[in-house]
């Protein structure tokens, strides 16, 4: 196992302190007084922020109903039908939220635009790779929602039906999710840099009635058309009822298709259906790694509550605010920034290369959407502090009160570059949760301090805690992630899941009844949380996550290739390396030509963010022997564990395969 980090003899000090009126000021500072109040949490303690954040935070997870209630209740959640109980049952998986109850998440997405005095303020701002931002107000956006609910109702979709888009980070988007929404439908999407295969492994599973689409992107200065993609959807999905065509790039509308224009024409008053609480809201997609991905569904109620929370108190957004997230569709940071909605924040949609025309672009649209809170990548970040990249010379970043990351782990050099090269009196948020949840366990507090390295603390209602193999909890000591009581996001189930078996399996195998992440973990007496990467073998590129299963059914198609082993290791420099590893099939060579052949094939099938840094030649893959390739302990080889403390031999079909890795490790390393 990982060992923890070697403690300071001498308490380090923080990089960063919220100053006395930031503290006094944030939402979570007035919602904590007013639990106290009205709810019963423990008091403020007076001149102690960080012991204040430590009380409320034990308060919020021994008494979550109560506190579940304080966030209902301070985000004025409107309930349609009143709930019986905030609980019904805690056991998980399983746990009933808010029994009886009825709401719907895009009235609440919308309910800015009822405030006449807001109305023709932005809702979204939509930015392509010109930089220029584009407006469309609150009335806007509820008209088209209005407009594109009414069209699916007489498309004949209904509470229940899944709607399906294929489209990138554009206000269209947006507004379909919100439509869907409204009706009750089940939201899901992919972005279209992935290939026809990797969207069929999703929604095959979930057997959409509509589809919106775009014929192409524009990506890097480039068009990049997508007609022959959707024609592939298109025959694959039987259970399509219509197809909605978005023209990105100016082209015609295929046969048969609607045209997005005509069907978001009317001026028309959106009309949300009453839902139960745990209706679903979307699916989300695992990574597939041991098979097809894992079509995840999460609630209206449990994300409304669960990102109001987040939004509000963790990163302090509400009206005035804008909020900027570099992310894709095909990912759920793209579904966290829509909820920016739900605080009255004009939410900031960049559809573009992170990195276009040069890497300074995600700075540069800050700058020019006078962007509030920036959340980027860390390796963003990184790949500015070694291009040398000034943003706070450059720029004026003056309206930045905060810089999020997430994806993977924040480097302490990547703190140091945001602090001297983005502004010193920076609120610098790193931030880790998943696609499980489509939240936060740890992260953002804004009255806490910023140390090196470390996340701020466990969020809100999030009973995080580290715990060792045998089950018991370690402070400042590395453990697995674990979450010990419910949150409302956790998904209601999988879809295609009948027994549930998949879903408990994928996180409650380990330790029964107990949510187990598959993240190393450092809680530190302090409070602080330092996450030293993934456990298990998961790829993590730019914060999209792709199963090695995906890799390896694309490149084994060619005939050169036996087998095949990827993995994605995280570098101290807070770099990420993927390499494959290629078996070759007898008489086959790894020339150029094939290299570009294994490239183009990951590419044009699944994603270009998932083509290998390097393709390396081995003379076979190890399995397990019950005949599984042997991927997370490969992978700690490469990060530089002894074979002895990598795996047990015993459970190796050829033990002596591991020694080509563990060398490779050794001659990277030196």
């Known amino acids: 196992m990982t060992t923890a980090p070697q403690q300071s003899a001498d308490r380090p000090e923080p990089l960063w302190r919220p100053g006395e009126d930031r503290i006094a000021r944030a939402q979570v500072t007035l919602f904590h007084a007013w639990a106290a109040r009205e709810h019963g949490a423990p008091a403020p303690v007076p001149g102690d922020p960080v012991a204040s954040y430590a009380a409320l ?52 997405a919308l309910r800015t635009a009822e405030d006449p005095a807001r109305a023709d303020e932005p809702a979204l701002l939509h930015v392509d790779e010109t930089h220029e931002p584009q407006a469309v107000t609150w009335a806007e956006l509820r008209r088209q929602v209005g407009s594109l609910a009414a069209a699916l109702r007489r498309l004949g979709v209904r509470p229940g039906d899944r709607v399906s888009g294929y489209l990138p980070n554009v206000p269209h988007a947006v507004v379909a999710l919100l439509a869907t929404a409204a009706v009750g439908g089940v939201w899901t999407s992919c972005a279209p840099d992935f290939g026809a295969r990797s969207v069929l492994d999703r929604f095959q599973q979930v057997e959409p009635v509509v589809l919106f689409t775009v014929d192409g992107y524009h990506y890097g200065g480039k068009r990049h058309e997508r007609t022959d993609v959707v024609a592939e959807l298109r025959a694959e999905l039987p259970t399509l009822r219509a197809v909605v065509h978005i023209p990105l790039l100016g082209t015609a509308a295929p046969e048969g298709a609607l045209e997005w224009d005509e069907i978001t024409a009317a001026d028309t008053e959106p009309v949300f259906e009453r839902l139960p609480f745990d209706h679903p ?188 193999p045998k089950g018991g909890p370690v402070v400042d000591e590395v453990g697995e992630l674990v979450v010990t009581a419910p949150l409302p996001s956790m998904p209601v189930r999988f879809w295609n899941d009948p027994d549930g078996s998949r879903y408990r399996d994928s996180y409650f195998e380990m330790f029964p009844g107990v949510w187990r992440h598959g993240d190393w973990i450092t809680l530190t007496s302090r409070g602080t949380v330092v996450i030293h990467g993934r456990s298990d073998s998961t790829l993590n590129r730019q914060g999209v996550r792709m199963g090695s299963a995906d890799i390896y059914e694309a490149v084994e198609r060619l005939p050169e290739i036996r087998e095949s082993l990827v993995i994605g290791v995280e570098l101290p420099d807070g770099g990420y390396w993927m390499p494959l590893f290629v078996h070759l099939a007898p008489g086959a060579q790894l020339d150029d030509a094939l290299l570009d052949r294994i490239k183009r094939t990951i590419r044009e099938q699944l994603s270009p963010r998932h083509v290998p840094d390097e393709v390396i030649q081995v003379p076979a893959v190890p399995h397990t022997l019950t005949g599984k390739r042997i991927e997370v302990p490969v992978k700690r080889l490469l990060q530089g564990t002894p074979l002895e403390k990598a795996i047990n031999p015993g459970s190796v079909d050829n033990v002596g395969l591991l020694d080509f890795y563990e060398q490779l490790a050794r001659e990277r390393r030196g």
């Open 57 to 108: 935070h034990r308060w919020s997870v021994d008494e979550l109903e109560r506190f579940w209630q304080a966030v209902a209740e301070w985000c004025d959640v409107r309930f349609s039908t009143p709930y019986e109980r905030v609980l019904a049952d805690r056991g998980m998986p399983g746990a009933v939220w808010f029994p009886g109850a009825t709401l719907n998440y895009a009235e609440h």
């Open 281 to 468: 809201l979307w699916v989300l997609y695992s990574s597939g790694t041991t098979g097809l991905p894992k079509a995840i569904v999460q609630s209206q109620g449990g994300i409304l509550l669960e990102h109001l929370k987040q939004l509000a108190l963790h990163c302090d957004l509400g009206p005035g605010d804008r909020f900027f997230w570099y992310t894709s569709t095909g990912w759920m940071m793209w579904n966290f920034l829509v909820s920016g909605l739900l605080t009255g924040t004009t939410v900031v949609l960049y559809d573009g290369s992170p990195g276009h025309p040069d890497t300074a672009a995600q700075w540069r649209i800050a700058e020019r959407t006078g962007t509030t809170l920036f959340g980027t990548s860390a390796a963003y970040v990184m790949a500015c502090r070694k291009a040398g990249i000034r943003p706070g010379h450059d720029f004026d970043l003056s309206r930045v009160a905060c810089v999020a990351t997430t994806g993977s782990p924040l480097p302490p050099d990547g703190f140091r570059w945001i602090h001297d090269e983005v502004s010193p009196d920076m609120w610098i948020a790193s931030v880790s949760g998943g696609t499980d949840v489509c939240s936060c366990f740890a992260g953002a507090v804004p009255t806490l301090p910023v140390y090196v390295g470390e996340l701020q603390a466990p969020c809100l209602g999030t009973d995080l805690q580290a715990w060792d």
